[in-house]
């Protein structure tokens, strides 16, 4: 027998699913949060365990949308003889919510109601009789607050009692046979059920008056044109002024003087012990930089290998996923949702594609599983896309911010300036040149909310972790994997491969490479291989714009190949190259100080034209593959 966890989006599904199985999930206080089935195991009181399941949010068994469509499909593959349903309702849209509830009532499956969201109804004056809608629903009815844990021990409770029963027959309301009353009830029409949700809400609720609040208005203000774009700016300006903050504070106070002080001398000492020269020195400790270590261009496992991730790159990934999961947690992403809406169907896509777009800058390959929530395989592709393309993660953002940060700021301006553009060229001319149209923005807006110290701690950690573990076998295979390509000579002999290119395109040298190589491993540590090659600022700036948008780190190329499937993945991967060194060349030209203005025009039309051009191809082959398909 299993447990399902099923209700409408942002109804705290997920909260209630960590709370009944002590499984660390995201939570986040907007919808679309749990993009893909999540599984655990509860412990009864009975000492047996129970398979929880968090199903993604639908608002309807009769979905409107491919997102429903897709969810609703996976719970009727789920129902099952002994399923127990668990519908985690909002206790303060009881009116919207019972829609889901009439319909999962009219299955011969149990059901228990979990009126989540307890303590807010309260705070906002609404009043909800629990007997009198347990009696009127037929089905146990447990208020909670999943976020406190109020209630949670009585719905505990409640599942072990269907369980120790002879059989569900046992509870109310809870007959598994299809009485005539049951199949009556099936037949009902929207308008039909959409009238005893009224006659429903007469009879159990009541609403205190409550004068609006200093947050309501805030609410308000958050999604009005002028004063919510104004919002907009100054939420994402201090955003990234305290991501800043945060991440130079760590590195200036805690992690430079920490392996100044501890891993300096305890390597150093290893390297004496191994000599000061031979493959193991080099491949561990790394080439000295004036008879000493250098963190940065060593190049060996113990030294560049730990001390980019931790040193380097944690404390602002740090930084950024607390401010992140503050803003997330408040509920400020879905307002920012609804003012760039406008723009983000000019780019063909709606304006919840923001959403995966803000989690990119921390990672993209959640940002790449966010774009789930994107209705149509269109959104999706163009969304995928303009993410790989134009979004660099916080860890290759602190690599460029260490590497182009000590030649000003005017340098990291054009870089992030150029990447936006291409942003936005790519968005304009994919929706103009693929088949079909955005969505109009559907979506629930979630109340203004304090963050859980408990929650934002727990999410905060558990995406550290899950970065941890991604980038320090990363780049500690990317700098072995680079001293193996020095030692057998093949840098030397790509380099002379794609000199022509590297040199007389992009104005790089051979040696660069390297850093495109591993740029398909990870780009955080393709950045920091420029380092050691003694570039130019201009080279550094076109390298770093070529790195960033021609092609996903392993890691989310795997992501995007799942979700996009290997056909699309190849075009959107053609797309990018061509953008990122049709942009790296035109850089080259512009910032050589000798092309003039009516060159650089003439360079940007022809990188629109071939961006066209390979959009239209990919029209013309979509189409064709839809038709072979068909």
Request: proline share 5%; glycine share 8%.
């Amino acid at each position: 027998m299993r447990i399902l966890l099923i209700g409408n989006p942002n109804v705290g599904k997920s909260a209630v699913f960590s709370r009944l199985t002590g499984t660390d999930v995201i939570i986040s206080n907007y919808p679309g949060t749990t993009v893909e089935f999540t599984k655990g195991y509860t412990a009864l009181r009975t000492g047996e365990s129970r398979e929880v399941i968090d199903v993604p949010g639908t608002y309807s068994l009769e979905p409107t949308c491919k997102a429903e469509e897709v969810a609703v499909n996976m719970m009727e593959s789920m129902f099952d003889e002994g399923d127990i349903i668990i519908n985690v309702v909002d206790s303060t849209h009881l009116e919207r919510n019972l829609y889901l509830t009439l319909q999962l009532l009219e299955r011969d499956i149990p059901v228990i109601v979990a009126l989540n969201l307890w303590d807010e109804a309260r705070h906002k004056g609404i009043s909800i009789d629990v007997d009198r809608l347990q009696d009127i629903l037929g089905v146990p009815v447990v208020p909670t607050s999943a976020l406190t844990g109020e209630g949670i021990d009585i719905l505990m409770d409640r599942i072990s009692g269907i369980m120790e029963d002879a059989g569900p027959e046992s509870c109310v309301g809870l007959d598994k046979t299809l009485s005539p009353e049951k199949v009556q009830r099936a037949k009902r029409s929207t308008d039909e059920r959409w009238s005893e949700i009224g006659r429903i809400i007469t009879e159990v609720q009541t609403i205190s008056h409550r004068h609006h609040t200093f947050i309501d208005r805030l609410e308000d203000a958050s999604i009005q044109p002028v004063t919510g774009l104004i919002m907009a700016i100054c939420v994402m300006y201090l955003s990234f002024k305290l991501v800043g903050f945060i991440g130079e504070g760590l590195i200036d106070y805690i992690f430079d003087p920490l392996f100044e002080a501890v891993v300096r001398p305890a390597v150093t000492k290893f390297g004496v012990v191994l000599g000061s020269e031979g493959i193991i020195h080099d491949l561990l400790i790394g080439h000295l930089v004036n008879g000493e270590i250098d963190f940065e261009v060593s190049m060996g496992l113990l030294t560049t290998g730990l001390y980019v991730p931790i040193a380097m790159v944690l404390p602002y990934v740090f930084a950024f996923y607390v401010v992140l999961s503050i803003l997330e947690d408040v509920g400020y992403l879905p307002r920012l949702a609804v003012l760039v809406d406008n723009l983000m169907h000019v780019l063909g896509m709606h304006g919840y594609a923001v959403v995966p777009m803000v989690l990119g800058f921390g990672c993209n390959v959640p940002a790449a599983l966010a774009t789930r929530i994107l209705e149509s395989r269109r959104e999706k592709f163009i969304c995928a896309t303009m993410l790989s393309i134009g979004i660099p993660c916080m860890a290759q953002t602190a690599m460029v911010v260490g590497l182009m940060g000590r030649y000003g700021w005017q340098y990291l301006a054009i870089i992030y300036g150029t990447l936006f553009a291409l942003w936005l060229i790519i968005g304009i001319v994919l929706n103009a040149m693929l088949s079909g149209s955005s969505p109009p923005l559907l979506m629930e807006i979630p109340p203004y909310r304090f963050p859980h110290p408990r929650i934002l701690g727990k999410k905060v950690w558990m995406r550290i972790r899950a970065f941890l573990a991604d980038a320090i076998p990363y780049v500690l295979l990317g700098v072995l994997f680079v001293n193996i390509l020095h030692v057998t000579g093949i840098i030397d002999a790509l380099g002379r491969v794609f000199a022509p290119f590297l040199t007389g395109f992009l104005g790089l040298p051979s040696e660069a490479i390297v850093a495109l190589i591993m740029g398909f491993l990870r780009k955080d540590v393709a950045v920091g291989m420029l380092s050691p090659l003694g570039l130019s600022v201009k080279q550094l700036v076109v390298a770093t714009v070529v790195l960033t948008a021609y092609f996903p780190c392993a890691a989310t190329f795997v992501v995007l190949l799942r979700e996009l499937g290997p056909f699309d993945m190849l075009i959107s991967a053609l797309i990018m190259l061509a953008a990122a060194f049709g942009a790296g060349g035109l850089m080259n030209l512009v910032m050589s100080e000798v092309v003039p203005i009516g060159h650089v025009i003439i360079g940007f039309i022809v990188l629109i034209t071939v961006i066209i051009l390979v959009a239209r191809t990919v029209r013309t082959v979509r189409i064709r593959h839809s038709k072979g398909q068909s």
